[in-house]
């Protein structure tokens, strides 16, 4: 592999973030380390979104400490983020890969075609990447970021607005990745999306970690009473 | 050009010594919009990306700088390449390169000014993305104005309109010399000072004419631009 | 659209535009006045002086004032105006090597044909003027230090006007050339004076006329002037000698008196009258 470091373990302690009086995360703490996929659940505005940024570095922490593979201030080349509603640069799907590559490494066609076959986007790489569907930008976001080649990939609510078959088709790239080796951390809101992906669950509620269990215990075993309300579909706030 | 003739029978008879002007016309504005485009899409896209004391100011003098008279632009660039100026001994004055030089001083104002507003625009969108993707300041300069550049095409037609269209600062620097510093716009106001109002008139439809095809092309050349890369 | 090669194409485009400029060495600059350009004195003589010498002529046309500037400045190799007076000092400031004296027309008053002060036909133009003075009547000045404009404030001086003082809403001066203050009086009604080049050639005579003529207070002379190479060391003095010597020559003479508009001569060849 390129980097001669991982980013794992990576752990948060006590990560917290606030916009002036509205914490948004409270006193985290988490730890990611190689292994099935992470799941975050948790209602909307639980601070799913800015746990996700805050794990790939892209918000600074108002007090408590993230470290990646040890290291405070690891350059991010081995992180990737896919974000609930990704960009896609003007170019062709093939030119967005050969950016994220070009950014790391040299870009390469055979490596960009692989990508894109990856993701069951073969034979598209010619075509403008905002004239994809919503459920293919949504994949070629997954190609791009896996072009960074990370030891942990954050995925924002990959399947949120998309079909059935769109998001089958993002769940088999998921386990696909995670069975490579790579480190995936995602939040969705689907439960029976947690459960078919999940390693582990991470319930996060108005910015706290409630319960962090694997994923057959989270949901046969609740052990906080937002668990059991959030699993029954009453953890509305 | 003879005054006996209209400006029609001058197009259709091909009279050379109007296409030299229109020729000049065109080679002195897109020289102007090519080195405004230049220093201005890179000034531009810095503003837009970066945060320093007094950016605000800047914007604000940018954007006051796009109504800068062509007169002022015009005695300026005069003064700075007078004889007697410090820039003298080039011996530019009364060239077209005193024409593009002060011509570039007045588009790059507009060319920055709108480019900052494009690029920061895009930048908003793409902040995260880029971030995410590890890319440089010169990256991400690069990336917005390359993705920005369907948009910039229109930029660049607003320098090159205010270009041809004007004649203050040209007139002044490249003191409308028959068939070497003549334009459209100098010619329109000769021949309005020599009375002869119709092919004032004339020249001033060529010159609309002519305004109107660039900008078409380079509408095309956007929207097919826009279908292929989307 | 912003592919390199365009890119490179465009800068040579750019280039080229400026390097030709610097390289032409057989021109020289001539700024003169608006009257010899919009008349077509130039487009007359300048192709026959290119045919014998080689040498390209390029002309700004300004107003004798700005002219003058433009070769105290060093920006023109020579100087071809109509103020003598003003002549006078450039070369005795030091700017011009000489002053000579080359051809002469005449001014006219040009005003609306219906004449609302009541002057045609008259020689005298002192009176006329105090009567455009006394009646109001609007009156266009160039404003622009040009010959004309400072041949008309000698005019009014001489008719006992101070112009300064009893100039009123009558009286406009509108810092511009011979033919934009032409249109102005056409399109106003109002009396202007003019070189009678400028007005026998000019196209818009709309409703003007000529009202008076002929008074030799009008007499127009133009004189042209090497700037002085001791000055500015750019200036091109055998070029520019070439073209004065030329101009005053009896072919360049003789090239001046035959430019006619409609059989009408515009200028009178007079250098070998010295005190011109």
Partial sequence: MRAPFSDLPLVLTEATIAAGPVTILDKVSLMFDAGPPTLLVGPNGSGKTTLLRAAMGLLPLTSGRISWGGRDNASPARRAIVFQRPVMLRRSAAANIGYALAATDTPHAQRIDELLALVGLAGMGNRPARRLSGGEQQRLALARALARDPAILFLDEPTASLDPASTKAIEDIVRDVAARGVKVVMSTHDLGQARRLGGDVALLHRGRLIEHAPAEEFFAQPRTKEARDFIAGELLV | MTGEMSALQLVLTGDPALYAVVRLSLLVSLSAVLCAALIGIPLGALLALTRFPGREGVIVVLNALMGLPPVVAGLAIYLLLSRSGPLGTLGLLFTPGAMVIAQTLLVTPIIAALTRQTVEDLWLEYRDELAALGVGPLGRVATLVWDARFSLVTVLLAGFGRAAAEVGAIIVVGGNIEGFTRTMTTAIALETSKGDLPLAIGLGLVLIAIVVVINALAWGARRAGERYVG | ?276
Avoid: C
């Avoid at chain 3, 105006?81 to 450039?90: I, L």
């Avoid at chain 3, 400072?150 to 005019?155: D, F, I, V």
């Avoid at chain 3, 009893?166 to 009396?191: C, F, P, R, V």
């Fill in chain 3, 1 to 276: 659209m912003f592919n390199r090669r365009t890119l490179i194409a465009a800068l040579a485009l750019g280039l080229a535009a400026v390097v030709p400029a610097t390289a032409q060495d057989k021109s020289i600059i001539v700024s003169s006045t608006t009257s010899t350009q919009d008349s077509g004195l130039f487009g007359h003589i300048l192709p026959l002086f290119k045919a014998k010498t080689g040498i390209e002529v390029k002309v700004i046309s300004q107003g004798t004032g700005q002219a003058l500037d433009t070769g105290r400045r060093g920006d023109a190799d020579a100087v071809f105006v109509h103020a003598k007076a003003q002549e006078e000092k450039f070369v005795a400031d030091g700017f011009g090597v000489k002053r000579n004296p080359v051809m002469y027309n005449d001014f006219v008053l040009i005003g609306p044909k219906s004449d609302p002060a009541g002057i045609k036909g008259g020689q005298d133009i002192a009176r006329a003027l105090t009567t455009i003075k006394n009646k109001k009547a609007a009156f266009i000045s160039r404003g622009d230090r040009s010959g004309t404009h400072s041949a008309e404030l000698n005019l009014w001086k001489a008719a006992g006007v101070d112009i300064e003082k009893e100039k009123g809403d009558w009286y406009k001066a509108i810092g511009q050339g011979m033919g934009a203050a032409l249109n102005t009086a056409g399109s106003s009604n109002a009396y202007v004076l003019s070189d009678r080049a400028t007005w026998i050639s000019f196209k818009n005579k709309s409703n003007l006329a000529i009202v008076v003529e002929g008074d030799k207070r009008l007499f127009n002379q133009y004189g042209v002037i090497l700037v002085n190479p001791a000055k500015h060391a750019s200036v091109k003095k055998d070029l520019g000698q070439q073209f004065i010597d030329w101009l005053i020559s009896p072919e360049g003479q003789k090239a001046i008196a035959s430019y006619k508009i409609n059989g009408e001569q515009l200028f009178y060849p007079n250098a070998t009258d010295t005190g011109a």
